[in-house]
């Protein structure tokens, strides 16, 4: 219910705002009417995943902040009934959804300190696209894979440098799982149902894997 409320609202006030942009430019007449609507069509094909790419970040930045600690409590049922064991925190709801919401701004500052450099790389001509799309992809599946299992690692107060190590420590599996991560956010109302999923798929994979043993 959460994340639907969040991008419900990010949906609504994304979609009213470029297609309130995007409205003097699908209203141009032209001469040539078979030229006008395949121009309109792109048009309306590039806006709609104009919006859904804004949805995207701002469900990753809005949408994991609130339901940081309600995650935390999925991926700590998930590793105590499944594969009993429990990490005690002594600390009340309130300071451990502290917790949980510092870690996962900490997460937020990564991807946006990766992901904007990316981005301005896009503007230099020719080999910009290039570099910016296959490395804003390749970021974003780490960034999947890191988001998803930083739940237990957060409850063992690992430090962010370590999370990064133990997540790239399994390059090919963290990259594929954080590819399936990415592409079920990025599809509208089902990453409102998945990403709770995708909590304990990260929390089951963090076990069956074996993660924790490049920390040993």
């Given at each position: 219910?959460?994340?639907?409320?969040?991008?419900?609202t990010?949906?609504?006030?994304?979609?009213?705002?470029?297609m309130g942009?995007?409205?003097?430019?699908?209203?141009?007449?032209?001469?040539?009417?078979?030229?006008?609507?395949?121009?309109?069509?792109?048009?309306?094909?590039?806006?709609?995943?104009?919006?859904?790419?804004?949805?995207?970040?701002?469900f990753?930045i809005?949408?994991?902040?609130?339901?940081?600690?309600?995650?935390?409590?999925?991926?700590?049922?998930?590793?105590?009934?499944?594969?009993?064991?429990?990490?005690?925190?002594?600390?009340?709801?309130?300071?451990?959804a502290?917790?949980?919401?510092?870690a996962?701004?900490?997460?937020?500052?990564?991807?946006?300190s990766?992901?904007?450099?990316?981005?301005?790389?896009?503007?230099i001509?020719?080999i910009g696209?290039?570099?910016?799309?296959?490395?804003?992809?390749?970021?974003?599946?780490?960034?999947?894979?890191?988001?998803?299992?930083?739940?237990?690692?957060?409850?063992?107060?690992?430090?962010?440098?370590?999370k990064?190590?133990?997540?790239?420590?399994?390059?090919?599996?963290?990259?594929?799982?954080?590819?399936?991560?990415?592409?079920l956010?990025f599809i509208?109302?089902?990453?409102?149902?998945?990403k709770p999923?995708l909590v304990?798929?990260g929390?089951?994979?963090?076990?069956?894997?074996?993660?924790?043993?490049?920390?040993?």
């Amino acid at each position: 219910m959460i994340n639907l409320i969040i991008y419900g609202t990010v949906f609504f006030y994304t979609y009213k705002w470029i297609m309130g942009m995007s409205e003097e430019a699908l209203e141009i007449s032209v001469s040539n009417n078979i030229l006008f609507e395949i121009v309109r069509t792109f048009l309306k094909i590039f806006y709609f995943i104009l919006i859904l790419l804004i949805c995207y970040f701002l469900f990753i930045i809005f949408g994991g902040i609130v339901s940081a600690p309600f995650n935390e409590k999925i991926s700590g049922f998930i590793e105590e009934k499944v594969y009993n064991e429990k990490v005690v925190s002594d600390l009340p709801f309130i300071k451990d959804a502290v917790e949980s919401i510092k870690a996962e701004l900490k997460k937020i500052l990564f991807y946006l300190s990766g992901i904007i450099p990316l981005f301005l790389i896009n503007f230099i001509p020719m080999i910009g696209s290039v570099i910016s799309l296959v490395g804003g992809t390749g970021f974003s599946f780490f960034f999947n894979a890191l988001d998803y299992l930083d739940y237990p690692l957060t409850r063992r107060m690992t430090g962010f440098r370590e999370k990064l190590k133990i997540v790239n420590s399994k390059k090919m599996l963290s990259y594929g799982f954080g590819a399936m991560g990415f592409i079920l956010t990025f599809i509208p109302i089902v990453n409102v149902f998945m990403k709770p999923i995708l909590v304990a798929s990260g929390t089951s994979l963090f076990y069956e894997k074996e993660y924790l043993k490049v920390n040993s």
